[in-house]
């Protein structure tokens, strides 16, 4: 079936892409070149994008504006998961001193929307709004674990299984078994798939009628993937979850 497009709009969203893609701030011809687009299309639309706040321009490069920040809240928002969850993720990260992060899904790419940082955690790429495929990713196999196997199906023909290291899953069979797993046992993990040297622990949410989500705990291999400082993090994932989900159903 067709779809009917607005080329101009594509053009701007790609004009905002294209500004995270080179972090965040670019010059019109930097932007032009990374897009392969002509300097003065992309003058038009970041100008037009200036006047709305969605860019703002510094000397002769463009940055992403903050009112970008208004439609993102609005986004995370409007089911009550996010409120609901916020809180435990910031217990999580003070409790353990890692890194907490809370993940929605959609359009089959998990979506961080909350993270919080503990006293030790490491900095990696997991700021807020940041997108990742959902098998590489511990809380994004959490995820997985929520949804029918038709609908993973479907999002592994549509995003594939990309390798980001190593130790990445990227065989559909190998998917499901880990899946499976986690539905049993309640955890999901990623060891060194998506960042070498980083191990994740996570657990999927129950949100019924809302969007799939899950929480996890994130911190360097040496530190977090030792039999009781890993127990530690599950049980307190497992007392971050039944708050939350209790939290949703009252």
Known sequence: MSEERVRATETSIRALEGLVELDGEAGVTELATHLSIAKSTVY?????LESKGFVVQYGDRYRIGLRTLEFGGYA???DGVYDTARP???RLA??????????FEEGGRGVYVHTASGEDAVDIDTQTGRHA???STGVGKAILATLPDERIETIVDVHGLPRAT???ITAETELFEEIDAIRSEGVAYDREECVEGMFCIARPLSTPG???AAISVTGPVSRVATGGTEERIRTALERAGNVIELNLTA
């Open 88 to 90: 435990e993720v910031d």
């Open 166 to 168: 190593p130790h990445t």
């Open 133 to 135: 495929h959902l098998h």
């Open 44 to 48: 038009k639309h970041l100008r037009t």
């Open 210 to 212: 809302r969007r799939p």
């Open 94 to 103: 003070e409790e353990t001193g890692e890194l907490a992060n809370l993940m």
């Open 76 to 78: 995370r928002r409007y």
